[in-house]
């Protein structure tokens, strides 16, 4: 007699280790394969769009740490390249080159632990999280030195960067970029041939080239998938136009290309801040602005390439001292439009390193 | 370097093809017709010179009046880009089609328009809220809300 069977719902999440964050998948399964998968949103929603409508431009600064909090730092710079574009601020040589360190840091800072926790969901319990948070620590270290914080650096400011860096920065800057890449060679040598990694992250969860452009992925997800976009390439701002770096790509856009990608812009986020220490002029770091900045009625769309993907803040101005609307695009959320597809006809373990490989973190997904 | 395309020589090319759907255009942005954003961000996405493959953004901004909402495009192919915006009007039931049929990226932001501005997308696969909870009053981005304070 055939055993009469039904796929039934479970909700992954939103207390769950594997969903980095107070994320629900609503899954519904046929044994042990998922067959349907709805994300669900909203735990972590702050209303970030509605309370920066009510504070001035320097005032909302800090609430862009809040966004995606592993890589605060990329957060300021995208708000104040919107807003300098908005108010026509000029901004000091010295300020862009420090803000292109800081960026750079911080990417690598977000990639290890995206590349961390993906590897704790592939199996790889704790062992290669904590060889990579060793590392991010140094970073921590030196985003302490510049303002003081570890975590919401709040350092960027509109036509600038609040302070110049301490004497003892350049130095300790100096030993991480020379043993940096050793550290990647570690990893690689641990990680890159695995053959548990291989096992779990080859062919599965497989984003195709056309899917992630129709979808509007971004970052480490589209250039996995195949796709050479970098908008530190294709539409420098800073001074990004004045480095040699490559954009590595995937093949096949499954989750070991992710991982692959982001392990290989590490490598290249060291040789731009080698680079930057070396051209590193000397000067004013902050053009003066006032305080309560008006800038004049219009709008303007500033965007970064952020560790996780794009990052744009879309600003509109009425001329008074707080915007009138303030709209964050969040790599985040969109990366995770295809998820569904992406986990459909997998059993849940490969479900869960699916979702790890996108590197999201929910206070950009929610806002 | 990505470069904006004026809205203005995008607007005399689209007039030809669609007589009378061009609201207003200036060198950033061009302003169409609700009733006709689909057709021409069908004819944005497939005309193999401008082949705006990627739809970057899509957000909306409550003036009172009207509701404008706001989409840039980008051709990841040439490296360009465009503004495009369309007026929603009535603030009970405000609808415009829905673009998820072109660019899917547009699923989870159309969504947060209808969840934060209250306007309605038609032709969206699952149009419910995003980030709020399905019995909340109000749509909180919008300039009029109030929630009592």
Known sequence: ?367 | MTVALSGKEIAAKLQQRFPGTIVESSESSLVVKSESLLDIASFLKTSPDLDFDYLTAITAVDYYAYFEVVYQLTSLKHNHSLVVKTHCYGRDTPVLPSVVSLWRGADFQEREIYDLMGIRFDGHPNMKRIFLWAGFKGHPLRKDFSNGD
């Open chain 1, 1 to 367: 007699m055939a055993i009469k069977t039904e796929p039934f719902v479970i909700n992954i999440g939103p207390q769950h280790p594997s969903t980095h964050g107070v994320f629900r998948m609503r899954t519904t399964l046929d044994g042990e394969v998922v067959v349907d998968m709805e994300p669900v949103f909203g735990y972590l929603h702050r209303g970030i769009e509605k309370l920066a409508e009510g504070r001035t431009y320097t005032q909302n600064i800090p609430f862009t740490d809040r966004l995606d909090y592993l890589a605060s730092m990329s957060n300021n710079l995208a708000y104040v390249l919107a807003v300098e574009k908005l108010a026509g601020v000029p901004v000091p040589q010295r300020a862009e080159y420090l803000r292109v360190i800081m960026a750079e840091l911080q990417r690598i800072a977000s990639h290890l632990i995206g590349v961390g926790a993906f590897l704790n969901d592939c199996g790889a319990f704790m062992t290669p999280i904590l060889y990579m948070i060793r590392e991010r620590e140094k970073i921590l270290d030196l985003f302490e030195m510049v303002c003081g914080q570890r975590l919401t650096y709040n350092y960027m400011r509109v036509g600038g960067v609040s302070q110049d860096i301490p004497e003892e920065f350049l130095p300790a800057l100096a030993k991480f970029v020379k043993v940096m890449p050793g550290f990647i060679d570690e990893y690689d040598q641990l990680l890159a041939e695995n053959e548990i990694v291989l096992a779990r992250a080859k062919g599965v969860g497989i984003l195709p080239k056309e899917l992630a452009i129709n979808i509007s992925a971004s970052g480490p997800v589209l250039r996995a998938s195949g796709v050479q976009w970098d908008i530190r390439k294709a539409d420098p701002y800073s001074v990004y136009d004045r480095f040699e770096f490559d954009i590595p790509t995937g093949s096949v856009g499954d989750c070991y290309d992710r991982y692959r990608v982001r392990i290989q812009e590490m490598r290249q986020s060291v040789r731009i801040i080698k680079q930057a220490m070396e051209q590193l002029p000397s000067g004013e770091v902050l053009t003066e602005v006032p305080l309560r900045l008006r800038p004049p009625e219009g709008e303007a769309y500033g965007h970064i390439e952020a560790p996780k993907g794009e990052l744009g803040f879309y600003l509109v101005s009425d001329n008074s001292e707080t915007p009138y609307r303030f709209h964050i695009r969040a790599s985040c959320l969109i990366n995770l439009t295809a998820l569904c597809d992406m986990m459909i006809g997998w059993k849940v373990a490969d479900a869960i390193i699916t979702f790890g490989s996108i590197d999201i973190c929910m206070g950009e997904v929610d806002r």
